[in-house]
């Protein structure tokens, strides 16, 4: 499977940014057909998606970040980047990175949704997080 790294997490004051980097490899098809995502999560509860962007560019960001922030892609680098502004304590999570090729009706740990409903994303790879920490 793909081996997604990131990179960017760190502590910062409220209404500070951040931006988080993740670059894949191992890649089973081009990078430019792969929905890239991030999803955060807070211990004791379950994982959040916050944004993704599909292989055509289209985003889609959960609510809660609408506004604030930006997903992009670099597909000559196979890299996505989230540009993260305003931020509160409440945006305090580790960050996870995924990578994935289906959407639909999916179900499970590979199932990834900005909103609620029975369509997800389907994410086949995960990278092992990067913590943010907005201090108040």
């Known amino acids: 499977s793909e081996v997604l790294t990131e990179s960017g997490g760190g502590t910062v004051h409220s209404g500070g940014s951040l931006r988080l980097s993740c670059v894949a490899s191992s890649l089973r098809a081009p990078y430019n057909v792969y929905n890239m995502g991030w999803a955060r999560q807070v211990p004791g509860k379950e994982r959040e998606g916050v944004a993704v962007?599909?292989?055509?560019?289209?985003?889609e960001y959960a609510e809660s970040v609408k506004g604030r922030f930006t997903i992009s892609r670099d597909n000559a680098k196979n890299m996505v980047t989230m540009e993260m502004e305003s931020l509160t304590p409440d945006d305090t999570a580790v960050y996870y990175c995924a990578a994935g090729l289906q959407w639909g009706m999916i179900t499970g740990s590979r199932a990834f949704r900005i909103t609620p409903g029975p369509w997800a994303y389907g994410m086949d790879s995960w990278g092992n997080g990067t913590l943010v920490t907005i201090s108040s």
């Open positions: 962007i599909k292989g055509d560019g289209s985003t």
